[in-house]
Nanobody
Framework: QVQLVASGGGLVQAGDSLRLSCAGAAGRAPNLLNWGWFRQTPGKERQFVAAIALRHTYYADSVKGRFTGSRDDAKNTAYLQMNSLKPEDTAIYYC???????????????WGQGTQVTVSS
């Protein structure tokens, strides 16, 4: 399995936007059926954010209406457009292959590099 690397995080203010990207590490093509976005804050378990299937994208209730997941299969890349960011969105964001409809990672023991998103109030 190709490890995935998330990028595009940063420090923003509440109400701002960020766009995260996810691609295979070392330029390798993951060729995923379903792309998943997860996030984790210190002391808490990783939580589901979005799942991008071929024809539909699923979202956690906490981000619905604010986040938009997309994919470019020609580039073997997935994206997470995050609008109207809130301080509670502060977390390390990861991408990984995901199982639908359980919205769980295919391999919970293999996580690539995440990207830090910090939203100040």
């Amino acid at each position: 399995q190709v490890q995935l690397v998330a990028s595009g995080g940063g420090l923003v203010q509440a109400g701002d936007s960020l766009r995260l990207s996810c691609a295979g590490a070392a330029g390798r093509a993951p060729n995923l059926l379903n792309w998943g976005w997860f996030r984790q804050t210190p002391g808490k378990e990783r939580q589901f954010v979005a799942a991008i299937a071929l024809r539909h994208t699923y979202y956690a209730d906490s981000v619905k209406g604010r986040f938009t997941g997309s994919r470019d299969d020609a580039k073997n890349t997935a994206y997470l457009q995050m609008n109207s960011l809130k301080p509670e969105d502060t977390a390390i964001y990861y991408c990984a292959p995901i199982r639908i409809p359980s919205m769980t990672p295919v391999n919970n023991d293999d996580w690539g590099q995440g990207t830090q998103v910090t939203v100040s109030s």
